[in-house]
């Protein structure tokens, strides 16, 4: 009975052995899948990240490498560095394992190549490994092709260098432009601005609304175009005017929504250039036409009195024609030198010269001149050059003028009411009598300048010679040059 039960024992704990086997072979087989499929796993990762495992011993002789590469990366097992001779960067890369190994510290290098036949640049990093007794026995290491990464790096670099080279003419562009470009979000707050305007600097616009940066009494249109194409989705283009200090400044304005990389409207993008220098142009020439046709007309009344009064004195059709012909050719000198200063007035100095100028090109000159610089208005101009081409006309014919030795001094000082005082004055001629009656010229000097400069003329007809003094009120002056 005791055999028999201790037989019973013994086959309770067989089966017991049995069944524990059999659970062990079963968890044997499930963990073999399990580090099947994770080897699986870890080497597809490793061949599409491009890297390559592998560990050395002391002898830098390849013990293991992962299979993921193919047979290229098995056929290195069992051979060292230099038996393969894969390139002279090998060099650089075994002095750095041996350093790993002499000293039991990571490295890091960089290698163009790690397997026989196959070209690229690796980041070679390497670990020590230890045996039982805590001694370094190899090297793990692990080499991450990079040439990808390097190849996108200098790209990168190459792209950097563009977009610096084309942002540097962007900016040289808008800095010699009136084009100023800015971006605001869909709040229409300033998020970038490329040089200063509506007179204030940069600073002052990014983060801020068109509220507070533009004029009440101009911010309606623009604000309002903005909004249509933030609506609209689409772009639009206007003239708006901004009040700046209580002088207008004009914009050509072109507004465009500003999408991000999904195409979703994220703000707007502008550009406004500067047009005020071609509105004030346009504005001036608007009013140089009026001008213009007002003068026109002024003139055409001039030389229709003019040609009367030449005809009322003349005695013949021929004298007639002479006199009309100088008295015109006088008008039309005046004329070009307000052309030349841009009819916005005419120096004395030169109007003089102009109406004189024969008798002061020779050595020695008959007319002496004397004064400031002056500029006269343009009405001043043609009514004055009149009165001195008779005053010379006169003198040449019967006054100084008419001898050798006579001399004509023409004097103008500036007055201190602001006007000026011209004063013509004869000597060395022949004697001067009191006229019977008053002539074209006389008329010329003394009645238009009277009528159309409001000016002073007193005409003195002095036996030594003949002197004119012209008051002219500052209302026919434009400035002292």
């Not at 533009?214 to 309606?220: E, F, H, K, N, T």
């Not at 916005?344 to 020695?364: F, K, M, W």
């Amino acid at each position: 009975m005791r055999l028999r039960r201790e037989a019973e024992a013994h086959e309770a704990t067989l089966r017991e052995l049995e069944a524990a086997r059999r659970e062990l072979e079963t968890r044997v087989v499930e963990r073999t899948k399990e580090l099947s499929l994770v080897k699986a796993r870890f080497e597809t990762a490793l061949h599409g990240a491009n890297i390559y495992v592998f560990t050395q011993d002391r002898d830098l002789r390849y013990t293991w490498m992962s299979s993921a590469h193919g047979d290229a990366a098995q056929e290195m097992i069992g051979r060292t560095d230099s038996d393969l001779k894969m390139s002279s960067a090998q060099d650089n890369a075994m002095a750095c394992k041996r350093r790993v190994i002499e000293t039991g510290e990571t490295g890091d290098c960089e290698i163009s190549s790690v397997l026989p036949g196959r070209h690229g640049l690796f980041a070679l990093h390497i670990d020590p490994s230890f045996g039982p007794d805590g001694k370094v026995d190899g090297i793990i290491g692990a080499a991450i092709d990079i040439g990808g990464i390097r190849s996108l790096e200098s790209e990168q670099r190459r792209l950097t260098a563009e977009l610096a080279s084309a942002l540097q003419l962007y900016e040289t562009a808008l800095r010699g432009s009136n084009v100023t470009i800015y971006t605001q979000d869909l709040e229409l707050r300033y998020t970038s601005v490329s040089r200063p305007m509506f007179g204030r600097p940069v600073e002052e616009i990014v983060g801020r609304l068109d509220d507070e940066v533009l004029p009440a009494d101009s911010r309606g249109p623009i604000v309002k175009l903005k909004r249509e194409a933030l609506e609209q989705g689409a772009a639009k283009d206007g003239e708006i005017r901004v009040i700046l200090n209580g002088v207008p400044e004009w914009y050509d304005v072109h507004i465009e929504p500003l999408c991000d990389v999904s195409g979703e409207m994220i703000g707007l993008t502008c550009a406004a250039v500067d047009v005020t220098a071609r509105k004030n142009g346009e504005a001036h020439l608007r009013d140089l036409l009026r001008e213009i046709t007002h003068r026109s007309k002024n003139l055409l009344a001039v030389i229709q009195s003019m040609a009367r009064q030449t005809a009322r004195h003349s005695d013949s059709t021929e004298g007639f024609l002479d006199q009309f012909g100088a008295r015109l050719q006088a008008l039309s000198a005046s004329h070009d030198l307000l052309v030349q200063e841009g009819w916005h007035g005419a120096s004395l100095l030169e109007l003089v010269r102009l109406q004189l100028g024969h008798y002061l090109e020779n050595e020695a000159a008959l007319v002496s001149l004397k004064g400031p610089a002056v500029l006269l208005t343009p009405e001043a101009a043609q009514s004055l050059g009149l009165a001195l081409h008779e005053l010379g006309t006169n003198a040449g014919k019967f006054g100084a003028l008419s001898v050798s030795t006579g001399r004509v001094a023409i004097d103008w000082r500036t007055l201190d009411g602001g006007g000026l005082e011209i004063v013509w004055v004869e000597r060395g001629g022949p004697q001067v009598a009191q006229p019977q009656h008053r002539g074209f010229g006389t008329l010329v000097i003394e009645r238009n300048l009277q009528r159309a400069l409001d000016a002073e003329v007193g005409l003195s007809f002095d036996p030594e010679g003949l002197s004119c003094r012209m008051k002219i009120p500052a209302s026919n002056l434009v400035a002292r040059l």
